[in-house]
């Protein structure tokens, strides 16, 4: 049975709860395996809505164990937040495990992510101010916190002194901040402990026995490709590994056992944040497609930043995660415009240039080379097959799918659980 990768292949926010959740019930286990409470998914179900920060979205499928990796970076009172919430509109949590090796984010790497954005003014990162990168920081530095750390004190404290040495430093000298104390940040993270206790297992193990034994496996990414601290548009990306590479050392499942690889497309486009967009509309259009759309982002709570779909975009996550499907997502967004532009190449200083550029230079000061293709205006919220599309969609699917470089396997017509038409399964 199948080990599939389910990320984002534009800047996140492109819909991803929602195929998750369509494929949840099919699968047995869901996998978080990066980022931390900066990516959020909605999940409608019914007419209940939920927004997921930190959970994997297979937790609303009944059957399903859902996971969070170790590449994940975990803010326990955000998680126990979240699980109550759940809880409370009786959504069984209990299945739910968490790997011993993810990363804790501690008290002061949120201090430090909040002081250090506000320092840098007009070059800021656009950071959602969660210490997640801070924490990833930690875990490069070799100086994190990790989960079994809660279980052993001495380790503990002797792990947040040495991480506090440094950013001491930093807070009383260059930010003219309070010091923290050791003790009140061993103190508050032993309080998380015996909760979190039911929850944390060897979590490689677990997923890679699940695939031996033949269960199927999604693993979830959040935020999206060109977010990727590697493959995104640095700076101005988040600090861990969106793309499909990232599903592998962030759940210790090897490349060899990863059967398929789905990126997750808007129909248009939206990004969160600070950073180059090319496409980016400033007129009516970005805000209708804002406000048809309902662009607000699900953990940040800030306006998304719209324009037209980028097919340059949609051609280098193919190539940067090998993707062998794409799930396109709001595709009822564009209902009602006569023409809908599609932006196929870029001009960078008189040059048609069809690729993604590698240049930072380059990629800011890229202008969108537009095709226009012709726009519908039947409601298609109650299409059931790709045939029930009006001709003029069915077209623009189709042409998105060339310029992309994969199949289009699924599309999203509306916000439900059900209005979704399913072109080729993800599971044979």
């Given at each position: 049975?199948?080990?599939?990768?389910?990320?984002?292949?534009?800047?996140?926010?492109?819909?991803?709860?929602?195929?998750?959740?369509?494929?949840?019930?099919?699968?047995?286990?869901?996998?978080?395996?990066?980022?931390?409470?900066?990516?959020?998914?909605?999940?409608?179900?019914?007419?209940?809505?939920?927004?997921?920060?930190?959970?994997?979205?297979?937790?609303?499928?009944?059957?399903?164990?859902?996971?969070?990796?170790?590449?994940?970076?975990?803010?326990?009172?955000?998680?126990?937040?979240?699980?109550?919430?759940?809880?409370?509109?009786?959504?069984?949590?209990?299945?739910?495990?968490?790997?011993?090796?993810?990363?804790?984010?501690?008290?002061?790497?949120?201090?430090?992510?909040?002081?250090?954005?506000?320092?840098?003014?007009?070059?800021?990162?656009?950071?959602?101010?969660r210490g997640i990168?801070?924490?990833?920081?930690?875990?490069?530095?070799?100086?994190?916190?990790?989960?079994?750390?809660?279980?052993?004190?001495?380790?503990?404290?002797?792990?947040?002194?040495?991480?506090?040495?440094?950013?001491?430093?930093?807070?009383?000298?260059?930010?003219?901040?309070?010091?923290?104390?050791?003790?009140?940040?061993?103190?508050?993270?032993?309080?998380?402990?015996?909760?979190?206790?039911?929850?944390?297992?060897?979590?490689?193990?677990?997923?890679?026995?699940?695939?031996?034994?033949?269960?199927?496996?999604?693993?979830?990414?959040?935020?999206?490709?060109?977010?990727?601290?590697?493959?995104?548009?640095?700076?101005?990306?988040?600090?861990?590994?969106?793309?499909?590479?990232?599903?592998?050392?962030?759940?210790?499942?090897?490349?060899?056992?990863?059967?398929?690889?789905?990126?997750?497309?808007?129909?248009?486009?939206?990004?969160?944040?600070?950073?180059?967009?090319?496409?980016?509309?400033?007129?009516?259009?970005?805000?209708?497609?804002?406000?048809?759309?309902?662009?607000?982002?699900?953990?940040?709570?800030?306006?998304?930043?719209?324009?037209?779909?980028?097919?340059?975009?949609?051609?280098y996550a193919t190539?940067?995660?090998?993707?062998?499907?794409?799930?396109?997502?709001?595709?009822?967004?564009?209902?009602?415009w006569e023409q809908?532009?599609?932006?196929?190449?870029?001009?960078?200083?008189?040059?048609?240039?069809?690729?993604?550029?590698?240049?930072?230079?380059?990629?800011?000061?890229?202008?969108?080379?537009?095709?226009?293709?012709?726009?519908?205006?039947?409601?298609?919220?109650?299409?059931?097959?790709?045939?029930?599309?009006?001709?003029?969609?069915?077209?623009?699917?189709?042409?998105?799918?060339?310029?992309?470089?994969?199949?289009?396997?699924?599309?999203?017509?509306?916000?439900?659980?059900?209005?979704?038409?399913?072109?080729?399964?993800?599971?044979?």
């Amino acid at each position: 049975m199948p080990a599939l990768v389910l990320l984002g292949a534009q800047w996140g926010d492109e819909g991803k709860g929602k195929a998750t959740d369509l494929l949840g019930g099919s699968v047995d286990y869901v996998v978080r395996y990066q980022g931390g409470n900066n990516a959020g998914h909605t999940v409608v179900v019914g007419d209940q809505k939920y927004a997921l920060h930190l959970l994997p979205s297979g937790i609303l499928s009944p059957g399903c164990t859902p996971v969070i990796g170790n590449g994940v970076v975990v803010d326990p009172s955000v998680l126990f937040s979240e699980l109550n919430g759940l809880n409370e509109r009786g959504v069984d949590t209990s299945k739910l495990l968490i790997s011993g090796n993810a990363h804790i984010i501690t008290p002061y790497n949120v201090t430090v992510d909040k002081v250090t954005e506000r320092f840098l003014g007009k070059r800021k990162i656009g950071t959602t101010g969660r210490g997640i990168g801070p924490t990833y920081a930690d875990k490069i530095n070799r100086v994190g916190i990790r989960v079994q750390d809660l279980y052993d004190e001495s380790i503990l404290t002797q792990k947040v002194e040495a991480a506090l040495d440094g950013k001491n430093q930093l807070l009383t000298k260059v930010f003219n901040r309070r010091a923290i104390e050791t003790d009140q940040v061993v103190e508050e993270l032993l309080t998380y402990a015996e909760k979190l206790r039911p929850y944390v297992a060897d979590t490689v193990l677990v997923l890679n026995k699940a695939l031996d034994d033949d269960k199927v496996v999604l693993f979830e990414g959040g935020q999206g490709t060109l977010l990727d601290i590697d493959h995104g548009t640095y700076p101005f990306v988040t600090s861990s590994n969106p793309t499909a590479g990232g599903a592998c050392t962030g759940s210790g499942v090897g490349p060899t056992k990863i059967s398929r690889v789905i990126g997750i497309l808007k129909a248009y486009t939206t990004r969160v944040g600070a950073g180059p967009f090319p496409t980016e509309l400033f007129d009516e259009d970005g805000e209708a497609l804002r406000r048809i759309g309902h662009e607000r982002g699900v953990t940040t709570g800030r306006d998304r930043r719209c324009g037209w779909f980028d097919a340059v975009i949609a051609r280098y996550a193919t190539r940067v995660n090998g993707l062998t499907d794409f799930f396109l997502t709001k595709l009822d967004v564009l209902t009602g415009w006569e023409q809908i532009p599609v932006c196929v190449a870029y001009e960078i200083d008189g040059r048609r240039v069809e690729e993604l550029p590698y240049s930072q230079s380059d990629f800011h000061h890229a202008k969108p080379v537009y095709e226009t293709l012709p726009g519908w205006s039947e409601d298609i919220t109650k299409a059931k097959t790709f045939a029930d599309l009006p001709k003029n969609a069915q077209a623009y699917v189709k042409a998105l799918e060339e310029m992309s470089g994969a199949p289009i396997s699924a599309i999203g017509v509306g916000p439900g659980r059900t209005e979704t038409i399913e072109i080729n399964s993800f599971l044979k």
